[in-house]
Nanobody, 120 residues
Framework: QVQLVQSGGGLVQPGGSLRLSCAASGSIFRLNAMGWYRQGLGKQRELVAS???????NYADSVKGRFTISRDNAKNAVYLQMNSLKPEDTAVYFCNAGVSSSITYARNYWGQGTQVTVSS
């Protein structure tokens, strides 16, 4: 079994910054691609950013230039640095990780979600 535990988030004013963290623990043979998703009130969950095991990153157009995803393979962790936050970034943010528990078994896991609210 694998757990993804998120930290960070909260309330911030427009233009402010926040950093989200997500740490994986449990039966981990290899961490594959990792990413951050968000779901606004009444909206579908959408991909915000992803990072491959080799460090290749991908961003939604709405956050390019403002958000940065990174990972620390030694700590089994992924981070999302969010700068120049806007009210439309308000959502529950979820981390996601592809985890191989052995050479023959892999699946995706989700973090518990954390609220990010951008408001004055």
């Amino acid at each position: 079994q694998v757990q993804l535990v998120q930290s960070g988030g909260g309330l911030v004013q427009p233009g402010g910054s926040l950093r989200l963290s997500c740490a994986a623990s449990g039966s981990i043979f290899r961490l594959n691609a990792m990413g951050w998703y968000r779901q606004g009130l009444g909206k579908q969950r959408e991909l915000v950013a992803s990072i491959s095991s080799g460090g290749t990153t991908n961003y939604a157009d709405s956050v390019k230039g403002r958000f940065t995803i990174s990972r620390d393979n030694a700590k089994n962790a992924v981070y999302l640095q969010m700068n120049s936050l806007k009210p439309e970034d308000t959502a529950v943010y979820f981390c996601n990780a592809g985890v191989s528990s052995s050479i023959t078994y892999a699946r995706n896991y989700w973090g518990q979600g954390t609220q990010v609210t951008v408001s004055s």
